[in-house]
């Protein structure tokens, strides 16, 4: 293979190859799962760019955010609450001491009256939410842990029984592990020695949790249900303030230097979203054609939060925002019938399947880039032969796809 043949993969195509390994069998699978989980300390938050139709990248829409990044940020809030001063050093000693606790005597939510009472209102519905959540295979083993232990911490059992995993690797930038460790703690804090203020700082960050992180972070990967998601967790966080007050100052505050998908261009990603009723849709396109929009249209949706509880996604869209179908040379004309008929028409179909595979969180170049820093500071240091060992690795993939006997037998023949 030429290196010009190699310099014609593209930026995606060498993300891919690293985040698409061979298929190992369970020996080599576990030794490799043992070796990264030595290498990889460090995970980079990405911004997200949006492939265009054609392949290439438009950098119109280099606004479109990871919304799990904005959740991470909301997670880093921690601080704002009394347990923040010395909580890491607390959950290395908690790591420390995992083999010394019964988890058989584990206390979730209704052990507590205060938090009994916090989550009442919304438990039942979380629960039933996270129960079909969790019978959907997830990427990741620490996200299937997160629904898990908010199921426990509610006072729910899982049909498999209760059981702890064992506490992981504690890192800035591992920020579900934060709230992994958050819950852990909480349950089994009459084993942990924790003080009264430590008590009430993990309690509240676990009914934020709870009640209102966790439902917004598995629904982070679908672009079209953004726009409703933020403007959802924006009224949330706000109505929070009578639960906490200083959580709900902080998150809100945070929230609103984020509303990216309630720009005049990216709301227009609502109108894909199965949730979204037909009649809201329909007045958002009415929108379209009568409201004007800013004539520099910011990236970002600035508004007044002490109005934000009448807000619709409706008072979000413009004239504007039609030029989403334009940036994007895709067909717009199903957008002059009703919403109820637009799965009948033609141009709907392409826009439609385009919002449904835009990755809008940072899940997979995460991982690539921790991998790809970690070689480069260690075996090489020369950007050129980084660039081509990542090429060759794309086309090593290309050709073992996995590691059977009868695929590496026929690429040589």
Same mark, same amino acid.
């Not at 089994?188 to 676990?206: D, I, P, V």
């Not at 933020?230 to 100052?249: E, H, V």
């Given at each position: ?16 190859? #690293?985040?698409?390994p !061979? ?8 030794a ?10 460090e995970?980079?938050?990405?911004k997200?760019a ?12 280099d ?14 809030l921690?601080?704002?609450? !009394? ?8 959950? #290395? ?15 979730d939510?209704s ?9 009442? *209102?919304?438990?039942?519905e ?10 959907v ?10 629904l898990?232990?908010?199921?426990i911490?509610?006072?729910?059992v899982?049909?498999?029984? #209760?059981?702890?995993a064992?506490p ?9 592990a934060k709230?992994?460790?958050?819950f ?24 934020f ?17 953004a ?5 959802k ?12 007050t200083?959580i ?6 945070k ?34 054609k009568?409201?004007?929009g800013?004539k520099?249209p910011?990236?970002?949706?600035t508004?007044?939060?002490?109005l #934000?509880? *009448? ?17 994007l040379?895709? !067909? ?5 019938y ?5 799965? /009948? ?19 997979h ?8 820093? /970690?070689?480069?500071?260690h ?15 794309? *086309?090593?993939r ?7 006997k ?8």
């Amino acid at each position: 293979m030429q290196r010009n043949q190699l310099s014609r993969l593209t930026k995606e195509d060498l993300i891919e190859s #690293i985040m698409a390994p !061979p298929e190992p069998g369970e020996g080599l699978l576990q030794a490799l799962t043992t070796k990264l989980n030595d290498l990889v300390k460090e995970v980079v938050d990405l911004k997200t760019a949006v492939i265009a139709p054609d392949g290439g990248i438009n950098k119109r829409f280099d606004e479109l955010q990871s919304q799990r990044w904005v959740n991470e940020s909301k997670v880093s809030l921690r601080r704002r609450t !009394p347990y923040a001063r010395n909580s890491h050093g607390d959950f #290395i000693c908690f790591k420390s001491s995992w083999q010394d606790i019964d988890k058989t005597t584990y206390e979730d939510s209704s052990t507590d009256d205060y938090t009994a009472k916090a989550v009442a *209102e919304f438990k039942d519905e979380m629960v039933q939410m996270l129960e079909m959540a969790v019978k959907v295979k997830q990427p990741r083993d620490d996200y299937r842990e997160l629904l898990e232990l908010t199921i426990i911490f509610l006072g729910a059992v899982l049909p498999q029984g #209760i059981h702890f995993a064992a506490p992981g690797a504690m890192h800035q930038a591992l920020w579900m592990a934060k709230v992994i460790y958050t819950f852990k703690v909480w349950m089994f804090r009459a084993q942990f020695n924790l003080t009264s203020r430590e008590h009430k700082g993990l309690r509240e960050l676990c009914i934020f949790f709870s009640c209102i992180y966790v439902e917004a972070w598995m629904t982070a990967s679908i672009a079209s249900k953004a726009p409703r998601n933020y403007l959802k967790l924006l009224k949330q966080c706000q109505m929070y303030q009578k639960i906490n007050t200083n959580i709900s100052r902080a998150t809100v505050k945070k929230m609103a230097g984020q509303l990216w998908y309630l720009s005049e261009q990216l709301v227009t990603l609502a109108l894909f979203d199965d949730d979204l009723d037909n009649n809201t849709k329909d007045k958002m396109v009415l929108a379209m054609k009568e409201r004007e929009g800013e004539k520099k249209p910011h990236k970002r949706a600035t508004v007044d939060i002490k109005l #934000i509880k *009448e807000k619709t996604l409706v008072d979000f869209t413009t004239r504007k925002s039609k030029t989403f179908f334009n940036n994007l040379h895709l !067909p717009q004309d199903f957008l002059e019938y009703p919403a109820d008929q637009w799965k /009948h028409q033609p141009s709907f179909s392409a826009p439609k399947s385009f919002v449904s595979t835009l990755a809008v969180t940072n899940d997979h170049a995460e991982h690539a880039i921790a991998l790809v820093e /970690h070689f480069s500071g260690h075996l090489t240091k020369d950007e050129q032969q980084l660039q081509f060992v990542l090429s060759v690795v794309a *086309e090593h993939r290309k050709k073992c796809p996995d590691a059977r006997k009868q695929t590496l037998l026929g690429n040589n023949e």
